[in-house]
């Protein structure tokens, strides 16, 4: 089984570029997450939608945007990227919302120049 | 809000020496707690969790247990090894929805 699979593994931008994060599950999960991840910080949740058709913000949304297309899919875009953007980026999700296991993709590192 | 506080790392260990793993949380009601661990280059998998007071997570040889008198997780391992060398992560979960919320990490080396 594939999980969740996020693409690209690397990216790197130019401050102002915008992309979109894919990141899609195969486990026919409820609810998907997108986390960043900063050295000593630890995960911070950005976005996320606890089923289909709905999306809420995290403890950091600010320059974030998201999509869920279908139950699979669940992207994250930047509009204009940020140097403070530049961090590691996991999608996750969960068969439904409450106390449930969080499945995680293998991550997107991103660098903003 | 809720938070994690989690013991700074790195931590260096040999080869099975027993292993603890602080870690505290300040949260309403009654959260679930869970350690997640970080393999080099991969994504967190759920190592275990417990739900509610005096449970007791056990999983691979790690176990934590939920006090909450003292409002803390401990992880612990009796005999460790090289590849147990990961990075751990507490956290907990309250409220409606599975929004984590993660301590910043501890770094675990374990050597020959």
């Known amino acids: 089984n594939a999980g969740v699979t996020q693409t690209p593994k690397f990216q790197v931008l130019k401050t102002g570029q915008s992309m979109t994060l894919q990141c899609a599950q195969d486990m026919n999960h409820n609810s998907m997450y997108w986390y960043r991840q900063d050295p000593g910080m630890g995960l911070r949740l950005i976005y996320y939608s606890a089923s289909e058709g709905t999306t809420d913000k995290g403890e950091v949304p600010n320059g974030y945007n998201v999509s869920r297309l279908n139950k699979r899919e669940f992207s994250l875009r930047l509009e204009s990227a940020a140097p403070s953007q530049t961090s590691v980026y996991f999608c996750?999700?969960?068969?439904?919302?409450?106390?449930?296991?969080?499945?995680f993709g293998s991550g997107t590192q991103l660098s903003v120049l | 809000g809720n938070s994690v506080t989690q013991m700074e790392g790195p931590v260096t260990l040999s080869e099975e020496a027993f292993l603890t793993i602080n870690c505290t949380y300040t949260?309403?009601?009654?959260?679930?707690l869970f350690w997640y661990v970080q393999y080099p280059g991969e994504g967190l998998q759920l190592l275990l969790k417990?739900?509610?007071?005096?449970d007791k997570g056990s999983n691979k040889g790690f176990e934590a247990t939920y006090r909450k008198e003292t409002t803390s997780f401990h992880l612990e391992k009796g005999s460790v090894q090289v590849s147990d060398s990961a990075v751990y992560f507490c956290?907990?979960?309250?409220?409606?929805?599975?929004?984590?919320?993660f301590g910043t990490g501890t770094r675990l080396q374990v050597t020959l």
């Open positions: 417990a739900t509610k007071a005096d």
């Open positions: 996750a999700s969960s068969r439904r919302t409450v106390n449930e296991k969080l499945f």
């Open positions: 956290a907990l979960s309250s409220g409606t929805a599975s929004k984590l919320t």
């Open positions: 949260a309403t009601g009654y959260p679930s």
